[in-house]
């Protein structure tokens, strides 16, 4: 059973700060990790892919991969209130298949 | 560039009718994926489709439910004889690989 582990949260955080919000999945070989966005009553939001290990920055997220420990992250720095969403981690296991496992996601809440 | 299109966005059923959701990929796009999402829970996986084939169903309830994706025409996601448990947001996505990105669902109601 493949399986991508989240913190539930909520995970709370003053206006300014960052936010760092982990992932960990269980099949090794997985090739390609998501972070989607999610708020309330709306569809997810790709907002981050990372296929290789080490950082990968866009704007004011950078997602950090580690196969070794089975571990993605994402941080965002500058916390928005706008940012207060769910923030689900997807990975692909790779081996020709395209379908996504999803993690149950953390919700951030950014404090003004 | 439509994103993934799905209608409708809300769908209220009574116990026993028949659910049809629909949901038409982003141009470009040969993989279909079909998502539950119940509230306060995460997304479920439900069945991956290319065109006229049927990849994974194993998220799939074994009665009522069944999808296609025919060669013309959008993806269907259908529900016979709804129960109650079956409401819940349904969202479709789409990839031309791995990044999938997702319509704005259709939340059925079964009252």
């Known amino acids: 059973q493949k399986e991508v582990e989240q913190n539930s949260g909520p995970l709370s955080v003053p206006e300014g700060a960052i936010a760092s919000l982990n992932c960990t999945y269980s099949?090794?070989?997985?090739?390609?990790f998501f972070w989607y966005r999610q708020y309330s009553g709306k569809s997810p939001e790709l907002i981050m892919s990372?296929?290789?290990?080490g950082d990968k920055e866009d704007g004011r997220f950078t997602a950090q991969l580690n196969k070794a420990s089975q571990y993605v992250s994402l941080l965002i720095r500058d916390s928005q209130p706008s940012d207060s969403a769910t923030y689900l981690c997807?990975?692909?296991?790779?081996?020709?298949?395209?379908?996504?496992?999803f993690g149950k996601g953390t919700k951030l809440s950014v404090i003004p | 560039n439509a994103g993934v299109m799905q209608n409708p966005r809300h769908l209220v059923r009574r116990r026993g009718q028949e659910a049809r959701l629909r949901c038409s990929p982003m141009?470009?796009?040969?993989?279909v994926y079909w998502y539950r999402q119940l509230p306060e829970e995460g997304l479920k996986f439900m069945v991956y489709?290319?065109?006229?084939?049927?990849?994974?169903e194993s998220g799939m309830p074994k009665e009522r439910f069944s999808a296609e994706f025919p060669k013309e025409g959008p993806s269907i996601l259908r529900i016979q004889q709804v129960v109650r448990g079956d409401s819940a947001a349904y969202f479709c996505?789409?990839?031309?690989?791995?990044?999938?990105?997702f319509g704005q669902g259709t939340r059925l109601t079964v009252v």
């Open positions: 996505a789409s990839s031309r690989d791995t990044e999938a990105f």
């Open positions: 099949d090794r070989g997985s090739q390609s």
């Open positions: 990372i296929y290789s290990n």
């Open positions: 997807a990975v692909n296991p790779g081996a020709g298949s395209y379908q996504l496992t």
């Open positions: 141009k470009g796009h040969s993989h």
């Open positions: 489709l290319q065109k006229e084939n049927i990849i994974d």
